[in-house]
T-cell receptor, first 109, second 113 residues
Framework: AQRVTQPEKLLSVFKGAPVELKCNYS??????LFWYVQYSRQRLQLLLR??SRESIKGFTADLNKGETSFHLKKPFAQEEDSAMYYC???????????FGPGTRLSVLP | DGGITQSPKYLFRKEGQNVTLSCEQN?????MYWYRQDPGQGLRLIYY???????QKGDIAEGYSVSREKKESFPLTVTSAQKNPTAFYLC????????????FGPGTRLTVL
């Protein structure tokens, strides 16, 4: 079965420090990977998806099929990045999304 | 924030009672989803619907039921058969089915006393 793991429940970094939120998935085919974010008192929303190859709010994520990873990175964390981050996997049309357990990022001043 | 709405925000029910959670969207999306969010477990799919009058079970459908009589509406009923109904419930919609981006509602927190 498809599975998404996010090994860190909580990640704390200082403002201006680099941040990396880890995501690993289990699927042998061609997955589509997403990062969703939930800021305090806001709805869960899409941050980025790998097929777009965009940088959103300074975040990037590269799909590494060899390591089955889709880690989220930002070179200089900001306090407003503090939120809950979920990695999600879709294996194609008509198939479900599978969400990871989430990582809470706390950016300290 | 319109688009997709859930009501009520907080819901309290006595054990043994069925309760229905509302989800409405005005985005003209074909697909709608119900997730359950528990601490440390992320989002788990309960049911999803890709078109009107059709829906499929997700990973944790037992004790839940849904209907999709209108494109805009996808209500979730938590029945008395659900062993641990106290949770945060999220509804989402997407233009088509996966892997389209999902748009989430604000959620309903259900507490069964």
């Amino acid at each position: 079965a498809q599975r998404v793991t996010q090994p860190e429940k909580l990640l704390s970094v200082f403002k201006g420090a680099p941040v990396e939120l880890k995501c690993n998935y289990s699927y042998s085919g061609s997955p589509e990977l997403f990062w969703y974010v939930q800021y305090s008192r806001q709805r869960l929303q899409l941050l980025l998806r790998h097929i777009s190859r965009e940088s959103i709010k300074g975040f990037t994520a590269d799909l590494n099929k060899g390591e089955t990873s889709f880690h989220l990175k930002k070179p200089f964390a900001q306090e407003e990045d503090s939120a809950m981050y979920y990695c999600a996997l879709s294996i194609g049309h008509g198939q479900n999304f599978v969400f990871g357990p989430g990582t809470r990022l706390s950016v300290l001043p | 924030d319109g688009g997709i709405t859930q009501s009520p925000k907080y819901l309290f029910r006595k054990e043994g009672q069925n309760v229905t959670l509302s989800c409405e969207q005005n985005l003209n999306h074909d697909a709608m989803y119900w997730y359950r969010q528990d601490p440390g477990q992320g989002l788990r799919l309960i049911y999803y619907s890709q078109i009107v009058n059709d829906f499929q079970k997700g990973d944790i459908a037992e004790g839940y039921s849904v209907s999709r009589e209108k494109k805009e509406s996808f209500p979730l009923t938590v029945t008395s058969a659900q062993k641990n109904p106290t949770a945060f419930y999220l509804c989402a919609s997407s233009p088509g089915g996966p892997p389209d981006t999902q748009y989430f509602g604000p959620g309903t927190r259900l507490t069964v006393l």
